[in-house]
């Protein structure tokens, strides 16, 4: 548990790494909503429901033929690399100033963009989203692992997947940051 153990370094220094950076809050947040987000599977009025409970079958029809979570967490992995593309957020206006926004994407948008355009274009949540949303409903395990290339702040963020097999929480990461050699801060969250 990367976070539990920042935190206990924290203790053993005799300081709160959370309140020292101040980040962690505001990245729990954005943790906590793609959470609610990733299992949607109502669709919305915009799209007239018409992805409505395409997250569960997309996720039993990749998984059907997998005997184990590593077959199973590997079908989802690849079928998520070849129907998206990666694109960072667009920048925004906000008071005069162009910067990033951090815009999080339904599975039903990303659904969306599939069926039209062949591949999503997601960024790291976006993917995190699609794939911690289609582990859950294929009935798997997973989570998301914020990480930081700093120390300071979480500035990345990928899904996990528990390998019951191995007995290792597997990240899936299209693009492949490793957070062993990431490094700096982390946080969890299970799905
Ligand atoms: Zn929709």
């Known amino acids: 548990m990367p976070h539990e153990f920042t935190q206990k370094i924290g203790e ?6 959370d309140k020292m950076f101040g980040t962690s809050v505001a990245a729990r947040q ?8 990733c299992v949607q599977d109502d669709c919305c009025q915009y799209h007239q429901y018409k992805y409505r409970g395409m997250l ?3 996720a039993r029809r990749l998984t059907a033929a997998g005997s184990n979570d590593t077959q199973k967490i590997g079908a989802i992995f690849s ?3 070849t129907h998206t593309r990666f694109q960072p957020d667009p920048k925004v206006q906000y008071q005069g100033k162009m910067v990033e926004s951090d815009y999080l994407k ?4 990303i659904f969306d963009e599939i069926e039209s355009t ?8 976006d993917h995190s989203i699609i794939l911690a949303g289609l582990f859950k409903h294929a009935g798997l395990h997973p989570g998301f692992l914020a990480i930081s290339g700093n120390g300071k702040y979480l500035d990345h963020v990928t899904a996990f997947c528990f390998n019951s097999e191995k007995g290792i929480n597997q990240v899936c990461d ?3 940051f490793d957070p062993r050699t ?10």
């Open 174 to 176: 299209p693009q492949n």
């Open 106 to 109: 339904k599975p039903c948008v």
């Open 79 to 81: 079928w998520v690399l």
């Open 182 to 191: 990431y490094g700096g801060k982390t946080l969890e969250m299970w799905v």
């Open 30 to 37: 954005t943790l906590e909503v793609m959470k609610a987000l």
């Open 12 to 17: 053993f220094l005799g300081i709160d790494i």
């Open 118 to 125: 062949g591949k999503a274009a997601c960024d790291c949540d």
């Open 56 to 58: 569960h079958q997309t």
